[in-house]
């Protein structure tokens, strides 16, 4: 792929989002069909002074160790992987799939393996970037796969995103930096805040949603193009939540997509479940560790360039105007104590009719917010 904005892209993630500096042990990760974008991120690397490496990684290969290898063999943790995560300065992963379902037709409970496997690494880049000792940022290359789910053609979907990662403008850190200074309001608003409603209208005979989060101890968090890339919410780690959330769109995982999510809360944890398609994996899912049913983080969606399904949650839960919670594991510096092999976003739309409420004061209203200064 010979297109300027990967070079673009390149620049932001090195320069803008981790910063990378002399000396800095970089590792990028990927697959090869994303070697454009792997090779000007090298390039990059070494025009800053820093050190990278790659580490591959590879779909057939995980469907090998998930078809031929023994539970103890798919859960096993790479003592490599491992020490690469507690040692290397920065880390840039790409997502370029080149079949998003390849391990769909799998047992969930083996699938499931996998996550307990990536539950120390996911820990220990959580802890470290919680400290400041790591900086990382995952990011798409376009590949026909994802552009296939998305239900567009590649040049369609590349357009998508790097749109959506504002890569179309000229100077595009410059414009990353305004929309952390716009995010800032959004945060410095919600700081202090002790309780979050979310309510949203019924649609398709469900009963809607209204779901209450305790953020009486959260840190909000501003992200504006540094830990993903393209980039666009404020986030916490709730201490509590309840009441129930109909989520608008389908909670894509592992390349399954489940349909009519339906989650009740309680004191934080699911309580009850339902989906209309793929319940048996909602229910796996969840399941697979003591953390997996704790809400782990709560956001609100801020990237108006992206208006879009495109089962993608990189993508998807930064849409403008919606909200998302996670179940599992959740970013120690967001206030969130709760660990799991699990972390699934799951997005729920505002646009039409829904609100957000601050103690009581509703500061976000049909997918915009009302605090002064803010601009969509």
């Known amino acids: 792929m010979n297109d300027p904005r990967i070079q673009r892209l390149a620049d932001v993630l090195v320069r803008y989002s981790t910063r990378v500096k002399k000396g800095d042990l970089v590792a990028l990760i990927g697959e090869p069909v994303a070697m454009p974008l792997l090779s000007a991120l090298y390039a990059a690397c070494l025009r800053a002074g820093a050190n990278p490496i790659w580490m591959p990684v590879s779909e057939e290969l995980t469907e090998v160790l998930v078809t031929e290898g023994s539970d103890d063999q798919v859960r096993f943790t790479s003592p490599i992987l491992l020490h690469t995560v507690q040692t290397v300065d920065v880390r840039i992963s790409m ?127 501003n992200c504006a193009g540094h830990e993903n890339f393209p980039d666009g919410e404020v986030f916490a780690g709730p201490q509590g939540a309840d009441g129930h959330v109909n989520y608008t769109f389908p909670a894509v995982y592992q390349g399954r997509e489940v349909h009519g999510v339906r989650l009740r809360f309680k004191a934080g944890r699911v309580v009850d479940a339902s989906a209309t398609k793929n319940e048996d994996f909602l229910f796996k899912m969840l399941d697979q560790d003591a953390g997996a049913r704790t809400m782990g983080e709560i956001a609100i969606g801020t990237n108006y360039e992206i208006q879009e399904f495109s089962r993608n949650t990189l993508f998807d839960e930064k849409i403008g105007g919606t909200f998302h919670a996670a179940v599992g594991a959740g970013y120690p510096e967001s206030g969130s104590t709760n660990e799991s092999g699990l972390h699934w976003d799951m997005v729920c739309d505002l646009r039409q009719g829904g609100t957000i409420e601050a103690d009581g004061q509703v500061f976000h209203k049909d997918g915009q917010f009302t605090i002064p200064g803010w601009q969509s």
């Open 95 to 221: 997502w370029a799939e080149r079949n998003t379902k390849n391990l769909s037709r799998f047992d969930p409970a083996r699938t499931a393996l996998l996550q307990q496997a990536r539950r120390p690494i996911l820990k220990t880049v959580m802890d470290r970037a919680a400290s400041g000792s790591l900086r990382w940022c995952g990011t798409q290359f376009p590949t026909l796969a994802s552009a296939q789910d998305a239900e567009m053609s590649l040049t369609q979907y590349e357009d998508f995103v790097f749109r959506a990662g504002l890569l179309h403008l000229p100077d595009p850190v410059a414009a990353w930096q305004q929309i952390h200074t716009r995010q800032e309001r959004v945060r410095e608003h919600l700081q202090g805040k002790k309780q979050l409603r979310f309510r949203a209208p019924s649609r398709d005979g469900n009963d809607g949603t209204d779901l209450t989060v305790d953020v009486s101890k959260s840190t909000w968090i």
